[in-house]
Protein backbone atom coordinates (compact mmCIF):
# COMPACT_ATOMS: atom_id res chain seq x y z
CA UNK A 1 0.00 0.00 0.00
CA UNK A 2 1.05 3.44 -0.91
CA UNK A 3 0.01 6.85 0.95
CA UNK A 4 0.39 10.15 -1.64
CA UNK A 5 0.71 13.86 -0.53
CA UNK A 6 0.19 16.85 -3.08
CA UNK A 7 1.72 19.87 -2.48
CA UNK A 8 2.64 22.82 -4.29
CA UNK A 9 -0.68 24.27 -5.40
CA UNK A 10 -1.80 27.95 -5.04
CA UNK A 11 -3.42 31.17 -6.72
CA UNK A 12 -1.33 32.70 -9.82
CA UNK A 13 -2.18 34.78 -13.06
CA UNK A 14 -2.65 32.93 -16.20
CA UNK A 15 0.65 32.69 -18.12
CA UNK A 16 2.38 31.99 -14.45
CA UNK A 17 4.10 28.78 -13.53
CA UNK A 18 3.28 26.26 -10.84
CA UNK A 19 5.36 23.02 -9.86
CA UNK A 20 3.25 20.30 -7.77
CA UNK A 21 5.72 17.37 -5.72
CA UNK A 22 3.82 14.55 -4.55
CA UNK A 23 5.43 12.46 -2.23
CA UNK A 24 4.75 8.94 -1.89
CA UNK A 25 5.60 6.61 1.11
CA UNK A 26 6.47 2.93 1.32
CA UNK A 27 9.71 1.42 -0.24
CA UNK A 28 7.90 0.28 -3.64
CA UNK A 29 7.91 3.48 -5.10
CA UNK A 30 9.31 2.43 -8.55
CA UNK A 31 6.81 -0.01 -8.88
CA UNK A 32 4.18 2.13 -9.78
CA UNK A 33 3.15 3.91 -12.75
CA UNK A 34 2.10 7.59 -11.31
CA UNK A 35 -0.59 10.36 -12.77
CA UNK A 36 -2.02 13.22 -12.57
CA UNK A 37 -5.78 14.06 -13.03
CA UNK A 38 -7.55 17.17 -11.85
CA UNK A 39 -11.39 17.93 -11.38
CA UNK A 40 -12.93 21.35 -11.94
CA UNK A 41 -15.76 22.28 -9.93
CA UNK A 42 -19.25 20.77 -11.46
CA UNK A 43 -16.79 18.62 -13.67
CA UNK A 44 -15.28 15.12 -13.92
CA UNK A 45 -12.06 14.25 -13.10
CA UNK A 46 -10.13 14.33 -15.97
CA UNK A 47 -6.44 13.24 -17.10
CA UNK A 48 -3.44 15.17 -16.97
CA UNK A 49 -0.50 13.50 -17.53
CA UNK A 50 1.43 10.00 -16.06
CA UNK A 51 4.48 8.36 -16.15
CA UNK A 52 5.28 4.60 -15.99
CA UNK A 53 7.95 2.65 -14.21
CA UNK A 54 10.54 3.28 -16.94
CA UNK A 55 9.76 6.57 -17.47
CA UNK A 56 7.06 6.70 -20.30
CA UNK A 57 4.70 9.37 -19.94
CA UNK A 58 1.69 10.70 -22.06
CA UNK A 59 0.07 13.99 -21.77
CA UNK A 60 -3.38 15.13 -22.15
CA UNK A 61 -3.69 17.13 -25.39
CA UNK A 62 -4.77 20.18 -22.96
CA UNK A 63 -1.51 20.25 -21.66
CA UNK A 64 0.82 18.87 -23.77
CA UNK A 65 4.36 21.20 -24.36
CA UNK A 66 2.96 23.02 -21.15
CA UNK A 67 3.32 20.45 -18.40
CA UNK A 68 5.93 18.11 -17.99
CA UNK A 69 5.69 15.33 -15.30
CA UNK A 70 8.86 13.79 -13.62
CA UNK A 71 9.76 11.12 -10.97
CA UNK A 72 12.46 10.75 -8.71
CA UNK A 73 12.28 7.37 -7.53
CA UNK A 74 15.16 7.49 -4.58
CA UNK A 75 12.88 10.39 -3.53
CA UNK A 76 9.76 8.54 -3.62
CA UNK A 77 8.43 11.84 -5.27
CA UNK A 78 6.65 12.49 -8.82
CA UNK A 79 6.59 16.23 -9.96
CA UNK A 80 4.26 18.37 -11.82
CA UNK A 81 6.09 21.10 -13.96
CA UNK A 82 3.04 23.59 -15.34
CA UNK A 83 4.15 26.27 -17.25
CA UNK A 84 2.01 29.24 -18.89
CA UNK A 85 -1.31 28.48 -17.25
CA UNK A 86 -4.45 29.14 -17.92
CA UNK A 87 -7.83 30.09 -16.33
CA UNK A 88 -9.22 26.80 -17.71
CA UNK A 89 -6.32 24.96 -15.98
CA UNK A 90 -8.10 25.98 -12.15
CA UNK A 91 -8.71 22.86 -10.84
CA UNK A 92 -8.25 20.40 -7.89
CA UNK A 93 -4.89 18.32 -8.99
CA UNK A 94 -4.77 14.81 -7.61
CA UNK A 95 -1.94 12.39 -7.38
CA UNK A 96 -2.58 8.63 -8.35
CA UNK A 97 -0.23 5.26 -8.23
CA UNK A 98 -1.32 2.56 -10.24
CA UNK A 99 -0.26 -1.24 -9.42
CA UNK A 100 0.90 -3.42 -11.78
CA UNK A 101 2.92 -4.16 -15.03
CA UNK A 102 2.68 -0.95 -15.99
CA UNK A 103 6.89 -0.50 -17.53
CA UNK A 104 5.81 -0.12 -21.39
CA UNK A 105 2.70 1.78 -21.34
CA UNK A 106 0.87 4.62 -19.18
CA UNK A 107 -2.24 4.16 -17.39
CA UNK A 108 -4.73 7.16 -18.19
CA UNK A 109 -7.88 5.93 -16.63
CA UNK A 110 -9.50 6.79 -13.06
CA UNK A 111 -9.89 3.41 -12.59
CA UNK A 112 -6.53 1.89 -13.26
CA UNK A 113 -5.41 4.00 -10.27
CA UNK A 114 -5.33 1.94 -6.95
CA UNK A 115 -4.01 4.73 -4.57
CA UNK A 116 -5.24 8.37 -4.51
CA UNK A 117 -3.77 11.55 -2.87
CA UNK A 118 -6.06 14.25 -0.41
CA UNK A 119 -5.50 16.89 -3.83
CA UNK A 120 -4.16 20.01 -3.90
CA UNK A 121 -6.35 23.17 -5.68
CA UNK A 122 -4.53 25.10 -8.22
CA UNK A 123 -5.89 28.67 -9.56
CA UNK A 124 -5.28 30.80 -12.07
CA UNK A 125 -6.34 34.00 -12.45
CA UNK A 126 -7.10 35.67 -15.66
Known amino acids: QVQLVESGGGLVQAGDSLRLSCAASGRTFSSYAMGWFRQAPGKEREFVVA???????TYAGSVKGRFTISRDNAANTVYLQMNSLKPEDTAVYYCAAAQGTWYFSVPSLPAEYAYWGQGTQVTVSS
Open 51 to 57: ISRSGIF
